[in-house]
């Protein structure tokens, strides 16, 4: 028997009792194929042609009369709208170009079988005499449109790049359904045999899309019962699952427990007895046949909905639930009110200055001891809401090793490096109390929580691999997060152990908010799922996406979603115009909230220069060799404080990173996830930098004042609400806020120079009988600047070079 079939590429599950088989080129006899089901002797029942559609939909074209109908379902991308967007055709036969606006590679929409198409019809010997022929998919804004590396003619070229291949023996007419004889349960196997009198091929039948349909209403997880616990655990292709269980950490009166399947997909064992603060692993038994799986029945695996976690490696605790006090209610600050620091655990508290152990140094203990000091940092900074970088369980691999927290292995537990005694879950009574005394702080705390990839031990790969992970044709994890593999957001009982963890941070640690890491790999479809199951709970949660990935960016489609998105385009943008590179267009853009195309809604854009990734602000900005900022120059100074107070002038949310106001610098250093030396806040930097300090503190008081709302809009502002001013000459500008005094009779009017030259501005356009300077570059005094104020020559504004300034109009 030959090894590698001729004649059958692929064969995939579609049901219980269906199937799908792909021959290596099209059918073109009015006879069905010679193909059998399992030993030979029995034919594929409703065996006929597919819908060319069905390869269509992943290939990107079929044959049709003559013609190749490239096509694409205008749904077929959740973070791109194609339904807005011009769509063309590329490839060798318009050498890569086909001239956007050209009508003749334009594809047209199309309804198919009641389906929303673009598709270009051409004729065949117009695209090549070769039998294959390379092609993509651009839009009309010149944006490539990713191919799939699981498409089945997905080649790639020597610069990596993915494209579609043509091939004119391959069309579509190629693709077999049928009903195998019985139906299988989701772990079950399945032959499919070609046997012609020349040769006798086979086929292993995998899961193909089917499996990501599986769902289940039971309730995953250990939960308390009248007499016991019940343990249920989510494995669709298992062949066996087991409970190992014990109440002593060194194992020594381990139990194994056969669970048994309490429907097609979860697997069930009830234990009478109280087994709280227990430890547990589970064993699953998978598919043997299946060369891409990773079923293990020797690995110890996790439950993904352990609420503790001793370690990294485990063992789960065993919590009874109905024993965990709930939180008490706090409202946060409205979005368009809230002024963010991003931070970390340890950061905050290595330097701390407080008597603190070296274990409440390590993590939420001593953390909310920090935050009920009177000197606690982001309280003097005056921020309402904190993003605590990553607190769920991830995998460093001992307690004393610094993380950043972006691999995580399990989504309900809140780290066990930073609780002080994890065999006994005190992270639950710890993180309680750190959310807590934030509240007390009239602080929010935001959570970065990280749900598009899986950390290391891959616990998930073992329930089940193709479930839960994006796999290439030959089993491989696509790795678009760069992190390893990519999770299969949108399988449903992914989606629902996404909302359910969420959920159990709201209301077992009454968590205000998230912000989702590298959210394009989550998806909107995934997204707008999660905003439903949250809202439901709690309709004031903030919810903010990082939108972008290694695989595309989505923060458009996010306008009409309640998502608000971390503006990228702000980020790169502010750093080069501080340092003159910018231009007057683009600062007003940014200033007025990227209302233009980002947001829908002001609080839509989260305006930041700086997180935890890549450099940090002064090193990105600094005059020093290097991108060393330690010692920052005048200049770097100077353009620090011009970004502070554009970022408080800016519409949206703002947020700022730990350390900016001390002018922290990591030496150069732009990736520092495992530096928790160059991390750590040095607090003496705050004396030797008071002035920036204080100017940081004072515009963020101003942002929360009175005056100040005119700055912090809930709704989106009538097109006079601002009156732009520009330079012809160069980037300087103007700004000013309730133009239309729809907000009452005072208004504001910022101005910037960020160049080497004084400039001038005409402000013959502003409305006003009284202008009272209120800040510059280095002070702000709400009730008006007394000396060294700018200068003001009839209509002329004189900004002096790398100067910025604040007015109230009356």
């Known amino acids: 028997m030959s090894q590698k079939a001729r004649h059958i590429i692929s064969a995939s599950w579609t049901s219980p009792q269906t199937g799908i088989v792909s021959l290596s080129k099209d059918w073109l006899s009015k006879k069905l194929p010679p193909l059998y089901w399992g030993d030979g002797s029995t034919s594929l029942s409703k065996l006929k042609l597919a819908s060319p559609l069905v390869y269509a939909d992943l290939s990107g074209y079929y044959s049709e009369e003559g013609m190749i109908v490239f096509c694409m379902r205008e749904d077929r991308y959740s973070n791109i709208d194609l339904s807005s967007k011009e769509l063309y055709i590329a490839g060798t036969f318009n050498n890569w170009n086909p001239r956007i606006g050209n ?17 270009l019809r051409i004729e065949k010997n117009r695209l090549s005499r070769r039998s294959k022929v390379a092609f993509k998919f651009i839009t009309g804004n010149g944006d490539w449109l990713e191919v799939s590396a699981g498409a089945p003619n997905c080649v790639t070229d020597s610069n990596g790049n993915r494209n579609y291949t043509y091939n004119k023996y391959v069309t579509g007419q190629h693709i077999f359904t049928f009903t195998t004889p019985q139906p299988i349960d989701n772990g079950g196997q399945g032959i499919i045999r070609w046997v012609d009198g020349l040769s006798d091929e086979e086929a292993l039948m995998l899961p193909g899309e089917y499996i990501h349909s599986i769902y289940s209403h039971l309730e995953p997880g250990v939960h308390r019962s009248s007499d016991g616990y019940t343990f249920r655990l989510f494995a669709p292709r298992a062949s066996a699952v087991k409970l190992r269980i014990f109440r002593e950490i060194d194992e020594s009166d381990t139990k194994i427990v056969d669970l048994e399947r309490a429907d097609a997909a979860m697997w069930e064992v009830a234990l009478k007895g109280d087994w709280a603060n227990a430890f547990y692993f589970y064993h699953v038994h998978g598919a043997a046949l299946d060369p891409q799986s990773a079923f293990d029945p020797n690995i110890r695996i996790v439950d993904p909905y352990a609420y503790a976690m001793v370690s990294a490696m485990g063992p789960g605790i065993v919590i009874d639930e109905t024993k965990i006090p709930t939180p008490d209610l706090f409202q946060p600050p409205c979005w368009h009110d809230l002024i963010v620091m991003e931070t970390h655990v340890r950061d905050l508290l290595q330097h701390a200055p407080l008597k603190l152990t070296e274990k409440e140094r390590m993590g939420f203990s001593g953390l909310s001891k920090w935050i009920r000091h009177p000197e606690f940092y982001p309280s003097k900074m005056g921020v309402n809401a904190v993003e605590l970088q990553p607190i769920q369980q991830f995998d460093t691999p001992t307690k004393d090793v610094y993380g950043w927290g972006y691999m995580p292995v399990n989504w309900f537990s809140p780290s066990s490096h930073y609780a002080e005694e994890p065999e006994q ?67 449903p009982m992914a989606q629902r152990l996404i909302a359910d963890s969420l959920l159990w941070l709201m209301k077992t640690y009454g968590v205000d908010g998230f912000r989702f890491d590298l959210a394009e790999l989550i998806g909107k479809d995934t997204l707008s799922f999660i905003e439903k199951e949250l809202k439901a709970v709690n309709p004031a949660v903030i919810l903010i996406a990082e939108p972008w990935s290694f695989r595309g960016h989505i923060a458009y489609n996010l306008r009409s979603t309640g998502f608000a998105s971390w503006n990228d385009g702000y980020r790169e943008f502010i750093r080069k115009y501080v340092k003159g590179e910018g231009n007057a267009e683009g600062i007003l853009y940014f200033l007025t909230g990227s209302l233009d195309h980002l947001s829908a809604w002001p609080a839509q854009s989260v305006n930041y220069v700086e997180s935890h990734d890549d450099s940090c602000w002064m090193d990105s ?79 963020i008081a101003f942002r929360q004042s009175e005056l100040g709302a005119l700055l912090r809009l809930g709704d989106k502002p009538n097109a006079g609400y601002f009156t732009r001013i520009s330079n012809s000459e160069n980037s300087s500008i103007g700004l000013v806020y309730n133009a239309d005094e729809t907000r009452g009779g005072l ?40 000396t060294a104020t700018m200068e003001r020559h009839g209509d002329m504004l004189e900004l002096p070079p790398y100067s910025c300034a604040l007015w109230i109009l009356s």
């Not at 009508?103 to 598709?119: D, S």
Request: aromatic share 12%; with cysteine.
């Open 747 to 786: 208004k504001l009017l910022y101005c910037i120079n960020p160049h080497s030259f004084t400039s001038h501005l005409k402000i013959d356009a502003v409305q006003c009988r009284q202008m009272v300077q209120i800040a510059d570059h280095e002070r702000l005094a709400p009730g008006g600047l007394s």
């Open 103 to 119: 009508a003749l590679w334009r594809m047209r929409k199309t309804v198919i079988a009641g389906q929303n198409y673009l598709t």
């Open 621 to 699: 900005i600094t005059e020093n060799p290097e991108k060393d900022g330690r010692n920052p120059t005048f200049l770097d100074r100077r353009r620090t404080h011009l970004m502070m107070a554009t970022l408080m002038m800016s519409i949206g949310i703002p947020m700022i990173a730990e350390g900016q106001d001390m002018l922290r610098s990591k030496q150069g250093n732009s990736n520092t996830y495992l530096r928790g030396d160059l991390n750590a806040l040095n607090y003496k930097r705050q004396q030797r930098y008071p002035a920036t300090h204080d100017y940081f503190r004072a515009w």
């Open 425 to 491: 879950a005190s992270q639950i009574a710890e993180f309680q109390d750190v959310v807590k005394a934030f509240h007390e702080r009239g602080m929010a705390v935001i959570l970065d929580v990280v749900y598009n990839h899986y950390g290391e031990p891959n616990y998930l790969q073992f329930i089940d691999k193709r479930y839960y992970f994006e796999l290439s044709p030959d089993g491989h994890y696509m790795n678009w997060s760069g992190c390893g593999n990519t999770l299969y957001s949108s399988a």
